[in-house]
């Protein structure tokens, strides 16, 4: 009977035992798995370790100013009206009989020492292996400290997904194969897209075979978009005037402050945005 | 003779919330090494105002988040910010010393009540540690923003910190005449805030002279250097004193805010008469407001691209 009792006991206590003990592991299983997931970045980061180093040349000798890459960049990828990913900087130089117009398409530069990643508080902005440097909306806390420590201008408040967003060198087309939107529009083909650390594609060449500028090298941030034929001047101009500093300066909250015949405009941007994040979240579902 | 045809229009992403916060943590961080004078130091003519400033360094620093977390764009996920750490941004320096000053100057503010001696000098020490790391962290914040030109300077987290020691000083000044004045009525108050001597608000005044010293020399090298140096550093040099900033860098922060008051403060003609310094440390508060205002949204002024 007593036996009987001291084994019934012991059973129990094992049980208990073993029940603590699978409640720890289980526990610790599931802290690290948080701790995964909130480690875990985009699917190019955990997937693709494959050498590559994605670059972007233009060739402003080819580019026209036709604005064809801004549109093609909107379209792809839902930018709300008055923001944009990349556009063209166009500066006229000279007078009557020697004028020349000159342009520079401008876009995040992917930089490999990308100061906005090294100052992102929460780790939303991240470098992948490929060196694009790209931002998790779902992570993004909207501090825009990125915003002004990014020397090149190039990333915004996205009013209705209300996080940072900048270009991404369309990586949600480049998983399929494709070229960025704006280097397929190029009507001139300045734009050339590639990998670099290929020696055959044609960036590798064009690069090696041409004297190529960057923008604002002194700031050290080693941009991976390079110029053929960058003008110092174009690239200065509208710093120095203060006219144009007004001008340019921007007040978001009268902008987007909702009068009558904008409202309509923004219902339309607010459900093409929602679509857009959906395909995100139904991609990074995807490829977890 | 370049005709700008089209360039990227320019926002200004931090605004007056950025600039309050850097105001009120610089606040909060001085009232605390002020108070920690007579607590930590030993300077037992201090240790009324001491207990004052104890109160403005907790008050401050418990609205100056508020800001910060204001003007967040995704307010819900200020969260992240404790469980994400990325030790390179200052941000994250920022989270972990701000979490710790808090709960550092909560129990200093309970050891100063409860009269405990050595705890007081324990928290004492940690807390101005933790206060001047406050301040700098404030200045590298603006110091590491790489593409603006006024803000990536070293000299960034000293200027921070000696402006937000005037302001500090010059709040407790006025917060001590104010107490002085008008609740000397009052039993609770007389009995956990003793009487203050007019000779501690002269001395106070005297440590502010040398702070605003401390602070337009600083100024000035800022300006001179940005003035001579790279292209966009001259520009902003240009922006504050000619630009649309002009009126309230040179006037509200270097002439209102620092030269007229260091005048008052030093002079034994005005030193002595307790309403122009009150005037004086109005003054000062108000420029050192300014002077945020001015690095904060100046700073982002300039176009980039
Ligand atoms: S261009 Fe700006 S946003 Fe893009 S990687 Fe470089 S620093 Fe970051
Ligand atoms: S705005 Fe978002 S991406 Fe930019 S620094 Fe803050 S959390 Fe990082």
């Not at chain 2, 200093?108 to 009269?115: A, D, G, N, V």
């Amino acid at each position: 009977m007593i036996d009987n009792l001291k084994e019934k006991l012991k059973e129990k206590i094992n049980r208990r035992g073993f029940l603590k003990v699978a409640g720890t592991g289980l526990t610790i299983l599931a802290l690290q798995k948080m701790l995964t997931k909130l480690e875990a970045k985009d699917v190019l980061e955990t997937k693709s370790i494959t050498g590559k180093r994605y670059a972007m040349l233009i060739d402003l000798r080819k580019c026209i100013g036709c604005d064809a890459c801004s549109v093609a960049c909107n379209q792809e990828n839902n930018v709300p009206i008055g923001f944009y990913r990349t556009w063209v900087k166009k500066v006229e130089k000279g007078e009557y009989n020697n004028v020349r117009d000159y342009y520079i398409p401008t876009l995040c530069n992917h930089c490999e020492d990308a100061i906005c990643n090294r100052n992102c508080p929460v780790k939303a902005t991240y470098k992948t292996s490929e060196g694009l440097t790209l931002v998790d909306y779902d992570r993004c806390i909207g501090c825009r400290y990125c915003m002004v420590s990014c020397p090149y201008n190039v990333r915004f408040a996205h009013p209705y997904r209300k996080t940072v967003d900048k270009c991404t060198f369309c990586v949600h087309r480049l998983k399929e194969g494709k070229l960025p939107a704006c280097v397929e529009t190029c009507v001139g083909k300045a734009r050339i897209f590639g990998d670099i650390n290929d020696k055959k594609s044609e960036i590798y060449k064009a690069i090696a075979t041409n004297s190529i500028q960057v923008l604002k090298s002194e700031q050290n941030t080693k941009p991976h978009v390079f110029y053929i034929s960058l003008d110092i001047e174009t690239a200065e101009a509208g710093k120095t005037d203060f006219d144009y500093m007004k001008y340019y300066r921007r007040d978001i909250k009268k902008e987007l402050g909702v009068n009558g015949n904008r409202i309509k405009e923004q219902y339309n941007i607010l459900k093409g945005i929602s679509e857009a994040d959906r395909k995100y979240k139904h991609q990074k579902k995807l490829n977890p | 003779m370049d005709n700008i045809i089209y360039m990227s229009t320019h926002e200004i992403p931090l605004l007056t919330k950025i600039a309050n916060y850097f105001y009120l943590t610089g606040i909060s961080a001085a009232s605390f090494i002020i108070s920690s004078l007579a607590y930590v130091f030993g300077m037992e003519k201090y240790k009324d105002c001491g207990k004052i400033s104890a109160i403005i360094a907790f008050g401050g620093i418990c609205i100056a988040p508020i800001f910060l977390i204001m003007d967040l764009m995704q307010i819900p996920r200020m969260f992240y910010l404790f469980f994400m750490f990325n030790f390179e941004s200052p941000l994250t320096w920022g989270t972990i010393i701000l979490s710790l000053y808090i709960l550092n100057c909560f129990l200093y503010l309970y050891y100063i009540f409860k009269e405990n001696k050595k705890n007081l000098k324990l928290f004492g020490i940690i807390g101005i540690m933790l206060a001047i790391s406050l301040e700098a962290y404030t200045g590298f914040v603006l110091a590491l923003g790489k593409g603006i030109a006024l803000w990536n300077t070293p000299l960034m987290p000293i200027y921070f910190l000696i402006s937000a020691m005037v302001s500090g000083t010059a709040l407790l000044i006025i917060i001590v005449v104010i107490k002085e004045k008008f609740f000397t009525n009052f039993e609770i108050i007389n009995k956990i805030f003793p009487q203050i001597q007019n000779e501690v608000i002269y001395d106070l005044g005297k440590m502010l002279a040398v702070f605003i010293a401390i602070d337009l020399f600083i100024a000035f090298s800022d300006v001179i250097l940005l003035f001579y140096s790279t292209p966009e550093n001259s520009i902003v040099a240009r922006v504050l004193l000619k630009g649309p900033f002009n009126i309230m860098f040179l006037f509200g922060e270097i002439l209102f805010g620092m030269v007229i008051p260091f005048f008052i403060f030093i002079l034994p003609k005005f030193n002595k008469n307790i309403a122009l310094l009150t005037f004086a440390s109005f003054l000062i508060l108000i420029g050192v407001w300014f002077m945020r205002y001015v690095t904060v949204v100046g700073g982002q002024y300039v176009p980039l691209m």
